[in-house]
Structures are given as C-alpha cells and as structure tokens.
C-alpha cells in the first residue's frame, strides 16, 4: 500500500505561483511513474503532468511552458511548480503512482489551488 500526501495548494492571485509537493510512502518510489491531474466540479479528472521513473516527462498543452514536473527520489517526492497562473487552473490537484510489475495505482487525497484576484 502507497499512501500519497500532498500539500502546497491555496490561494493565489493571476499570475502568482505555487508549488505543490506529494510525499509517497513505501520503498519504490524511484520505479514508480508519478503524475498530477486536476478535476473540476461535474468535469472528468485530467493530465496535467507526468514524470516517469528515468524523468521523462509530458505536459498538458495549456501548461506547457508554466509548469513544471520534478521528483525527488531521495527524498520519495514528486513537486509540481506553476508559474503564470490563471483562473482556469483553478481546480482540485491530484498526486497520482503508478508501477507496473505488478500493475498498483494510487492517488492521493486532493489539494485544492484557487486562483483569483
């Protein structure tokens, strides 16, 4: 069993930023792909980056060049710096593992980022 803790969310006006940081339990973290996604009210949770486990990473578009993926093998943590933040980023942001041999699936609890004047 993983257990994902994230923290880092809050408030924020347009334009400001924020890091968000997800501490994994467990000893696999370095084998493990690590990924956030964001879910508004009544919308389908979404990619919003992804950093497997040699660092490769993918964005969503309307992120690209604002966010920025890293992990922390020593330290088991995944961070998530936004820049340039705009309203629409407002959501619900969701730390999220994944190995594959076996094939396990964790999520974290959710920390909310608010972005408005």
């Known amino acids: 069993q993983v257990q994902l803790v994230e923290s880092g969310g809050g408030l924020v006006q347009p334009g400001g930023s924020l890091r968000l940081s997800c501490a994994a339990s467990?000893?696999?973290?370095?084998?493990?792909?690590m990924a956030w996604y964001r879910q508004a009210p009544a919308k389908e949770r979404e990619l919003v980056a992804l950093?497997?486990?040699?660092?490769?990473?993918n964005d969503l578009n309307s992120v690209k060049g604002r966010f920025t993926i890293s992990r922390d093998n020593a330290k088991n943590t995944v961070y998530m710096q936004m820049n340039s933040l705009r309203p629409e980023d407002a959501d619900v942001y969701y730390c999220?593992?994944?190995?594959?041999?076996?094939?396990?699936?964790?999520w974290g609890q959710g920390t909310q980022v608010t972005v408005s004047s």
């Open positions: 999220f593992s994944k190995t594959n041999s076996p094939l396990l699936i964790y």
């Open positions: 467990g000893s696999d973290f370095s084998r493990m792909t």
């Open positions: 950093i497997t486990s040699v660092s490769s990473t």
